[in-house]
């Protein structure tokens, strides 16, 4: 066979090839090798055109059965009306048949669509619903809080991982600090108070300041920080936090250089597939998180916002944005961990889909990702896993035709499509000289939408690439990311972001509930984080009484009611100004009088003896402002003050110096020198009782003593 034949054959072959793919329902049951094709050369040099058949059957004159090379070629000369009409083929169908692209690499591009038998095509079949695991329905109900859902994805044996290693680290640190107080381990209910404390600086968006700032006392700093943690034992907390062993880290980071925080990670992402089922369409992407401190694989990405961090591929619902897969991109090659010999052959970016869909191979969901993962092998391999690919193509694909790229000759809103038996190719033109081209492995028509005239490809691909950046957007918008230089810790962060994403997506499938905006459900996540925290520094005796107040209002706690008794330590109410003093006989052993607990002051009161007695050291605090209490409350005040000033009166009956002493802060209204007082804590008592315009004519009969005269000067 000759150069020209050759050429011939392998033209011949095309055209078969065509026709075959042009074949309907009609003509099913007519096979191909049965179908002559009509071709005219246009160059003959002959007087005759040449016909051939494309049978393999014996031929009318006798010649045997064969190949190209055994097919008869008849010559006649003809018209192109009588060809058509012998052969009973309409000229219109000859002038309007199925046109082929092709490109680079010569791959080709049917304009026909293909004819499909069945009405719904098999990889738009997904038989899994949307929404908790089976396994999980029962947490859905009334009573369901953010932190039953939370509680999911951060279960409590992860924490528990994290406190064990983090108080590792807090016994290194534990001699480096003088005062101990702040310094001691840090347990389950703790550390959850800290996640809660970070989850509010997220809604109140104060992440960024500086924590000192938080517990300014001259109106500027947030309450709800000061009774969660203290100042020190935030700081503490930050330099601790660890979530890995120390002692086999550098073992593990000779095959995983994400060895701090891989194990946290990688039972996060367990959780997230094990908890919740997505939907019939997924979206892949990359997200960066930002970082500036020292990383071996931190990235630079200039159309970022935060253009440096640390690179995260994502797999995510692509309604709702729920997070069901990822991985940390470690440099080059981590693309292709996890995966087998053969599937490392393929490109990068179809390696980092594979390692991606693992969650859903066979599920038939179909994956919308941009140009830098899409490509005709991607929609190969992933027809293989039952999935189908909706996204976007580079220009320099070598198997995009010339004419789906853009051209000035082209008018805006145009459509051109190409189709073969699994992938259909699109170019839309949005603006001159500009074409968007897009492929497809889920649909099989050229439907284009009558309103904006774009194609059915780019309305689904709109609709479904935003899961990834929905997520993203999220985790921005209430952050729980603070400036460090530790990049584990940056990590831990957006995990944080990404748990309360995907319990709020949970939440919404809640029909019991109505779930409110997502300030509100991770303000009641953070709530029920420190609640318990909350609880345990109110009921602790070595917390400020401010704290506990303002924990008992936070917390609406009851003040409870202590019973007043003899020399018994009560917490008793002293209001701040000037009471005058009942007139009554009165003696110290009274009865028991039940006063209402202010809050935060205390006073011990005992019996006053001997001298001893009189030097033991009294914690007295300053009384709040009671100016709108109540009657009843002034009242039993007035009654407890009168016995105890009676009572002291009576008791130092044989210390002389000491009543006059007293006599005479009574006759001056009770100001004295506060190092006299200091000697006395008694008299310092009466200092700040704010009794006024109280002399002796006020006592009893049997207790009114001439004040000593006054020393001299």
């Known amino acids: 066979m000759d150069v020209n034949n050759e050429y011939f054959v392998r033209w011949l072959e095309e055209e078969l090839s065509d026709v075959e793919d042009t074949l309907d329902e009609s003509c099913s049951d007519v096979e191909p090798e049965d179908l002559e094709v009509p071709v005219i050369l246009e160059d003959c040099e002959s007087d005759d055109c040449l016909q051939v058949s494309s049978s393999d059957e014996q031929s009318a004159d006798g010649q045997p059965e064969g190949?190209?090379?055994?097919?008869?070629?008849?010559?006649?000369?003809?018209?192109?009306?009588?060809?058509?009409?012998?052969?009973?083929?309409?000229?219109?169908?000859?002038?309007?048949?199925?046109?082929?692209?092709?490109?680079?690499?010569?791959?080709?591009?049917?304009?026909?669509?293909?004819?499909?038998?069945?009405?719904?095509?098999?990889?738009?079949?997904?038989?899994?619903?949307?929404?908790l695991q089976s396994a999980y329905h029962h947490v859905l109900n009334d009573s369901t809080t953010p932190l039953d859902l939370w509680s999911l994805l951060f279960t409590d044996e992860m924490l528990e991982n994290i406190v064990i290693h983090t108080n590792d680290k807090i016994r290194q640190l534990r001699p480096k600090y003088k005062k101990q107080g702040c310094v001691h381990d840090v347990d389950l209910i703790e550390l959850k108070a800290f996640i809660g404390f970070v989850f509010y600086t997220a809604i109140f968006k104060e992440n960024r300041e500086h924590y000192t700032s938080w517990y300014s006392s001259d109106g500027s700093g947030r309450e709800i920080y000061r009774c969660i943690l203290s100042k020190n034992r935030f700081e503490i907390l930050m330099k601790a936090i660890r979530f890995d062993d120390a002692e086999t880290r550098a073992q593990r980071r000779e095959t995983d250089i994400s060895a701090p925080i891989a194990e946290l990670f990688s039972s996060f992402i367990q959780n997230c597939q094990k908890v919740y089922s997505i939907g019939t369409c997924v979206c892949i992407d990359e997200m960066l998180?930002?970082?500036?401190?020292?990383?071996?694989?931190?990235?630079?990405?200039?159309?970022?916002?935060?253009?440096?961090?640390?690179?995260?591929?994502?797999?995510?619902?692509a309604r709702n944005g729920y997070l069901l897969n990822t991985y940390l991109y470690l440099g080059k090659d981590s693309d292709g961990i996890n995966l087998t010999p053969e599937q490392t052959r393929f490109s990068k970016p179809t390696q980092a889909v594979l390692r991606l869909i693992s969650p859903i191979e066979g599920s038939n969901r179909n994956v919308t990702a941009d140009n830098w993962f899409c490509s005709v092998e991607l929609v190969d391999v992933l027809k293989d896993k039952k999935l189908s690919l909706v996204g976007t193509l580079k220009k320099n694909k070598k198997e995009i035709p010339p004419e789906f790229k853009p051209n000035r000759r082209r008018e805006i809103g145009t459509s051109l499509f190409g189709f073969t038996k699994n992938i259909t190719l699109t170019s839309f033109v949005p603006k001159k000289n500009s074409a968007v081209v897009l492929i497809s492995s889920m649909h099989h028509t050229a439907n284009v939408d009558d309103n904006t005239?774009?194609?059915?490809?780019?309305?689904?691909?709109?609709?479904?690439?935003?899961?990834?950046?929905?997520?993203?957007?999220?985790?921005?918008?209430?952050?729980?990311?603070?400036?460090?230089?530790?990049?584990?810790?940056?990590?831990?962060?957006?995990?944080?972001?990404?748990?309360?994403?995907?319990?709020?997506?949970?939440?919404?499938?809640?029909?019991a509930q109505k779930t409110g905006s997502r300030f509100k459900f991770i303000k009641q996540l953070a709530e029920e984080l420190t609640r318990?925290?909350?609880?345990?520094?109110?009921?602790?005796?070595?917390?400020?009484?401010?704290?506990?107040?303002?924990?008992?209002?936070?917390?609406?706690?009851?003040?409870?009611?202590?019973?007043?008794?003899?020399?018994?330590?009560?917490?008793?109410?002293?209001?701040?100004?000037?009471?005058?003093?009942?007139?009554?006989?009165?003696?110290?052993?009274?009865?028991?009088?039940?006063?209402?607990?202010?809050?935060?002051?205390?006073?011990?009161?005992?019996?006053?003896?001997?001298?001893?007695?009189?030097?033991?050291?009294?914690?007295?605090?300053?009384?709040?402002d009671l100016t709108h209490a109540n009657?009843?409350?002034?009242?039993?005040?007035?009654?407890?003050?009168?016995?105890?000033?009676?009572?002291?009166?009576?008791?130092?009956?044989?210390?002389?110096?000491?009543?006059?002493?007293?006599?005479?802060?009574?006759?001056?209204?009770?100001?004295?020198?506060?190092?006299?007082?200091?000697?006395?804590?008694?008299?310092?008592?009466?200092?700040?009782v704010g009794v006024d315009n109280v002399g002796t004519s006020q006592l009893p009969p049997a207790q009114r003593l001439a004040p000593s005269a006054p020393p001299a000067s």
């Open 67 to 131: 190949g190209l090379s055994t097919q008869r070629f008849s010559v006649s000369r003809m018209s192109v009306e009588e060809f058509s009409s012998e052969d009973e083929v309409p000229l219109s169908q000859l002038q309007t048949r199925n046109r082929n692209y092709f490109g680079k690499n010569r791959f080709r591009w049917s304009s026909v669509p293909i004819a499909s038998r069945t009405r719904t095509q098999r990889h738009n079949i997904v038989s899994q619903a949307q929404g």
């Open 289 to 317: 998180v930002a970082f500036r401190g020292r990383c071996r694989f931190r990235m630079f990405m200039p159309k970022k916002p935060a253009k440096y961090g640390l690179k995260i591929m994502c797999l995510t619902d």
């Open 453 to 511: 005239k774009k194609p059915e490809i780019i309305l689904y691909y709109n609709n479904t690439k935003i899961g990834v950046d929905l997520l993203n957007q999220r985790c921005s918008n209430y952050t729980t990311a603070r400036r460090t230089q530790r990049w584990p810790l940056c990590i831990f962060y957006r995990l944080l972001d990404i748990s309360a994403s995907d319990t709020y997506v949970m939440s919404l499938q809640n029909q």
């Open 532 to 624: 318990p925290h909350m609880k345990r520094r109110e009921n602790n005796e070595h917390t400020p009484r401010d704290i506990k107040t303002s924990i008992r209002q936070i917390l609406k706690i009851a003040d409870e009611l202590p019973t007043v008794s003899g020399a018994d330590y009560l917490e008793t109410p002293f209001p701040r100004g000037n009471l005058s003093m009942r007139n009554t006989e009165s003696s110290w052993s009274s009865s028991p009088m039940d006063i209402r607990k202010p809050r935060g002051v205390t006073m011990r009161e005992q019996k006053v003896g001997d001298d001893e007695d009189l030097e033991r050291d009294h914690e007295l605090y300053r009384p709040p």
């Open 631 to 688: 009657n009843a409350l002034i009242e039993a005040y007035n009654r407890l003050a009168q016995t105890f000033i009676g009572g002291l009166i009576s008791d130092t009956r044989d210390h002389g110096s000491l009543q006059s002493d007293i006599i005479n802060l009574l006759e001056e209204n009770c100001s004295v020198d506060r190092k006299k007082t200091e000697k006395h804590p008694c008299l310092y008592t009466l200092t700040h």
